[in-house]
Nanobody
Framework: QVQLVESGGGLVQAGGSLTLSCAAS????????MGWFRQAPGKEREFVAA????????YYANSVKGRFTISRDNAKNTVYLQMNTLKPEDTAVYYC?????????????????WGQGTQVTVSS
């Protein structure tokens, strides 16, 4: 069973920055994809960003492209989400997710493992 542990959420003013971390309990490897999703109150959980472990290719939602950066530390089995120029509409619970069998990295249903979530609140 893979465990994902997130950290780094908090309260920040609009225009500020936060970095989220997600540590996996087992070594990640070639076929792994790790992603970030978010869920605001009353809304569906939506894709934010993902990274493919094999070639470090990254994918972003249009709403965060140019502001957020996903990266990974292979030695630490950890993925990061650097969030810059935060907006109030970025307020949500952010979830780390992973799958190791391939699939569509934009679809939450293709992910097998989820973290507990970390709250990000952006004040105006």
């Amino acid at each position: 069973q893979v465990q994902l542990v997130e950290s780094g959420g908090g309260l920040v003013q609009a225009g500020g920055s936060l970095t989220l971390s997600c540590a996996a309990s087992i070594p990640t490897y070639g076929s792994a994809v790790m992603g970030w999703f978010r869920q605001a109150p009353g809304k569906e959980r939506e894709f934010v960003a993902a990274i493919r472990w094999s070639d470090v290719r990254t994918y972003y939602a249009n709403s965060v492209k140019g502001r957020f950066t996903i990266s990974r530390d292979n030695a630490k089995n950890t993925v990061y989400l650097q969030m810059n120029t935060l907006k109030p509409e970025d307020t949500a619970v952010y979830y780390c997710a992973a799958h190791f069998r391939g699939g569509n990295m934009y679809l939450k249903t293709d992910y097998d493992y989820w973290g507990q979530g970390t709250q990000v609140t952006v004040s105006s």
